[in-house]
Nanobody, 127 residues
Framework: QVQLVESGGGLVQPGGSLRLSCTAS????????IGWFRQAQGKEREAVSC????????NYADSVNGRFTMSRDNAKSMVYLQMNDLKAEETAVYYC????????????????????WGKGTLVTVSS
């Protein structure tokens, strides 16, 4: 079982920035497809960003492209989601997920191949 733990959520004003962190094993970070998803209250879960560090493929939702960036720190076994220029409608619980036999497209576009999920971290964008 993949163990993922998110952190970094909180309250931020519209237009502000926040960096989410996801702790995972070094093996997961190296060999799995990693994704960030979010779910707002009363809405369906949606993909935010997915990355595979083996082939370098990346996917960002159109709504966040140019504002959000995924990165990793192997030494800390962390994956990050840097979120800039946040909007009120992006208030949601953000989840980290990983899949060992899936692709960026399958995970982010088809919602397939996730092996496990973290418990999520709440991001509230409000003035």
């Amino acid at each position: 079982q993949v163990q993922l733990v998110e952190s970094g959520g909180g309250l931020v004003q519209p237009g502000g920035s926040l960096r989410l962190s996801c702790t995972a094993s070094e093996y997961i970070l190296a060999y799995y497809t990693i994704g960030w998803f979010r779910q707002a209250q009363g809405k369906e879960r949606e993909a935010v960003s997915c990355v595979n560090y083996i082939d370098g493929s990346r996917n960002y939702a159109d709504s966040v492209n140019g504002r959000f960036t995924m990165s990793r720190d192997n030494a800390k076994s962390m994956v990050y989601l840097q979120m800039n220029d946040l909007k009120a409608e992006e208030t949601a619980v953000y989840y980290c997920t990983a899949g060992g036999l899936t692709t960026v497209q399958a995970m982010c576009e088809w919602d397939q191949g996730m092996d496990d999920w973290g418990k999520g971290t709440l991001v509230t964008v409000s003035s």
